[in-house]
Structures are given as C-alpha cells and as structure tokens.
C-alpha cells in the first residue's frame, strides 16, 4: 500500500522520503545579505550515500548550472555560507550581497559520488522565491493606550495614562542587523527597551504621559548598514489633554491703580483643552454681573474697587485658580 503510494507520487515527479523545508518567500534587501533556513529529507533507500563530502547546491529555476555550490561556495553567481552539515541535512543558507538580479525562485539539490543525486523541484512549495528590495522599508512605529492600538498619526491622550510607543524592524541579515533609535522634541533624551528576534527588531518607549508631552513628536529612526548607512523614519506626535496648570493672574498696567484710570486683570493657564474663566472677587461668590473670558477691565476704578480678585479656570480635566490685590489710591491723596 505504503510503496504503491510511494510509486504514485514518484509518477508525479515527488520521490518518496524527499521533502525539503524552507520558506516559499524571502524577502532581501539590495546590498545586504538573506537568510534561508533549510532542512531536507532522503529517500532511505540512499541513506548510505549520504557523507559530509555531499555537494549542497542551489539552482535558480530554469537555469542549468548551479548558481551556490558548497564544495565550492564563491564560484557560483551567488556568494554566501551553507551552514551545518549535509549529515545532519541541514541546507541553511546565507547569501551575501544580494541585488535586483538575484531575483527569482531557487531549489536545492543533493549530490553525492553515490547514487543520491536529487534536485528538490517538486513540488512548486520546494523551492524558495526571492524577492529584493531596492531600499530597506520604513520601520513600523505602533501606539498602544490601554492596551488599544491606536492608528491615527496624531495620538489623543490624557495627562497620567500609560502609553507605549512599539518601534519594529524587519532584521534582513542578522549578521548586519540595524539598529533603531528614538528622538523627541523633548529636552531630555529618550531610548527605548529593546528586543530582537532572528527576523525582528523591536524598540519599545513605555511611559506616563505628562503635559510635558503635549505637541511632542516621537520619531523611530531605522539605520541599516548597507554600502553606507541607509536611515528610515516614522513619527508620531502626541497630543495631552491635561487640567489646567501655572494659572496666574497679572495687573494691566502695573503697579499703583489711581482712581478713574482703566485697569484690566489678566488671567492665564495652561491647558488641554482650553480653559474658561470665572472672575470672583473676595468672596466665595461670582462677580456680578458674571465675569468670564481672560480679562477682565475696571474702565473708571475707584477704592471701593480694591480688594482680592480671583480667577477660577476649569476645563474637563480639572479646575485651578488665582488671585491678585488689586488697590486703587485716590489721586489727591499721597
Ligand atoms: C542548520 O544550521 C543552522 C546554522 O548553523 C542552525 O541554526 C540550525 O539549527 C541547523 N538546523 C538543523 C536542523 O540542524
Ligand atoms: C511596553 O508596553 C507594552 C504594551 O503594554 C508591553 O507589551 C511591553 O512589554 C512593554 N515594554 C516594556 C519594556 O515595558
Ligand atoms: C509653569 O511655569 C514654570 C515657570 O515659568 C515652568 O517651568 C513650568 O514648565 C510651567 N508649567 C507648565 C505646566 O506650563
Ligand atoms: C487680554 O488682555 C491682554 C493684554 O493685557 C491682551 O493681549 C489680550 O488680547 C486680551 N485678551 C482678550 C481675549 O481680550
Ligand atoms: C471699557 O471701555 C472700553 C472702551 O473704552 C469698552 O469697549 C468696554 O466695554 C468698557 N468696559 C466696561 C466694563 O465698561
Ligand atoms: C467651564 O467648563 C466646565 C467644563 O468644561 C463646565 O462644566 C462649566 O459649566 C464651564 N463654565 C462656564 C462658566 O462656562
Ligand atoms: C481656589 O482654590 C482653592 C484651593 O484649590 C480653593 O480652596 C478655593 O475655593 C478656590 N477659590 C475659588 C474662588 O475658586
């Protein structure tokens, strides 16, 4: 059953016991190097054939002659490093300084000075297509507030949450990997917590947002080492909303108010939102006639104008205020 099984795929070009794993795509970068991590499998029937002195090439499809061969690994058109041995059936393979002609599907063949010659064509899912980047892609930069990415450029967040800002790279060739660096318009420098896979590289900024942040922009830059360095870069730009703080009140003009001069309180916060402004004067209760907006002008003052005046400035986030003396001197007086 097993064997007539067996003959059956043979018809169809597949010889039994011969399966190769390898990834059907691999994406290079012109000038770096690739990475193909190969294991392959005998027909049993050969094992015997199998030594360390195997020959492990690399063909492109439709080409006749080998284009890697490891008993002589810089002849061929592609030049790199098979790694392991053909005992242990490993067919990992590096190629260096891969350009735009490189482009193409590849299969890998066993050959041996016995009868175990075996071209891995079939079927089409052994072999393995490369595809070539003129220049590395840009890295992928990620928001996440409470846990939920966010996709917009410009990241709405509130004063005291969490965020986590997830730079990533794609490693093409490990031997060369980039490197991933953050900048701000922030005074202090940032850097990230970094992690890397054999494919990715990942830099991670977590941090407490503060209104110090507010109309930052965050840029991950990718470096790849290539002829020369080749940079990439993508931003986000954080926008805080906070309560508000630094309120304070000024006295327009200032110093000595004379009586029947103008005068005018000068309230200022900052905030995220904006702010709206309520005017109280000594005591607990609002000005009347109520008073609101930034300033608030005494056209034709006298003394009983003077006293505490208090701004009082709220938005959704919080409320704060601040006070000045304001003290009108009669003209004739002193
Ligand atoms: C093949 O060789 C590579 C590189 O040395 C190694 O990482 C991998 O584990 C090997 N695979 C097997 C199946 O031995
Ligand atoms: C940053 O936050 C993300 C998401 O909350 C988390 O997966 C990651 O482990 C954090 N990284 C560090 C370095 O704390
Ligand atoms: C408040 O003002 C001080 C001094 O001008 C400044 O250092 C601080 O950053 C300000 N805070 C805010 C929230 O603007
Ligand atoms: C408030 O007064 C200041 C000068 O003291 C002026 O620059 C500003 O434009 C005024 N704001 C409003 C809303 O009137
Ligand atoms: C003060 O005078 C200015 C211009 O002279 C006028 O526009 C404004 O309405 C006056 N304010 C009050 C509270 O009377
Ligand atoms: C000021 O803003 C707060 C919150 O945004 C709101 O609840 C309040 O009614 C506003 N006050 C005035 C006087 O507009
Ligand atoms: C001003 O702020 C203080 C402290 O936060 C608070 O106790 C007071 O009631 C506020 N006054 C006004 C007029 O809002």
Redesign the pocket.
């Known amino acids: 059953m097993i064997s007539s099984f067996c003959l059956f795929i043979f018809v169809l070009g597949v010889l039994c016991g011969y399966k190769i794993r390898l990834p059907k795509k691999v994406k290079a970068l012109e000038g770096s190097c690739v990475f193909i991590t190969c294991t392959f499998d005998i027909d049993q029937q050969y094992k015997d054939d199998l030594t360390d002195s195997a020959k492990r090439m690399w063909f492109k499809a439709g080409g006749s002659t080998a284009v890697f061969d490891s008993s002589s690994s810089n002849t061929g058109l592609l030049k790199g490093k098979i790694f392991g041995t053909a005992t242990q059936k490993n067919c990992t393979t590096r190629f260096d300084d891969v350009d735009q002609s490189h482009r193409g599907s590849y299969y890998f063949r066993i050959e041996t000075n016995g009868k175990l010659k075996h071209s891995y064509t079939e079927p089409t899912y052994s072999q393995v297509q490369i595809g070539v980047l003129g220049s590395p892609p840009k890295p992928t930069l990620s928001v ?1 507030k409470d ?1 939920q990415k966010v996709m917009k450029k410009e990241v709405e967040v509130i004063e005291g949450s ?1 965020v ?1 800002l ?1 730079c990533s790279t794609k490693i093409f060739c490990p031997s060369r990997p980039p490197s991933l660096t953050w900048s701000s318009s922030l005074i202090e420098s940032v850097t990230g ?1 970094q992690y890397q896979s054999q494919t990715e590289l990942i830099s ?1 900024l ?1 941090f407490t947002v503060s209104h110090r942040h507010h109309r930052v922009t965050f840029t991950c830059t990718a470096a790849h080492q290539l002829q020369k360095q080749i940079t990439k870069q993508e931003s986000r730009l954080l926008s805080v909303q906070y309560a508000p703080k630094n309120t304070s009140v000024r006295i327009n003009p200032a110093g000595l108010v004379l009586e029947g001069r103008s005068v005018t309180l000068s309230c200022s916060s900052d905030a995220n939102p904006a702010v709206n402004y309520t005017w109280y004067r000594d005591t607990e209760r609002p000005l009347n006639p109520v008073q609101t907006g930034p300033n608030l002008t005494i056209n034709n003052t006298d003394p009983t104008h003077s006293g505490r005046y208090y701004c009082t400035v709220e938005n959704k986030h919080g409320t704060q205020n601040s006070s000045v003396l304001l003290d009108v001197q009669c003209e004739y007086y002193e």
Do not use: A, K, Y
Request: hydrophobic share 10%.
């Open positions: 996440f846990q969490s986590s997830r917590q991670d977590n």
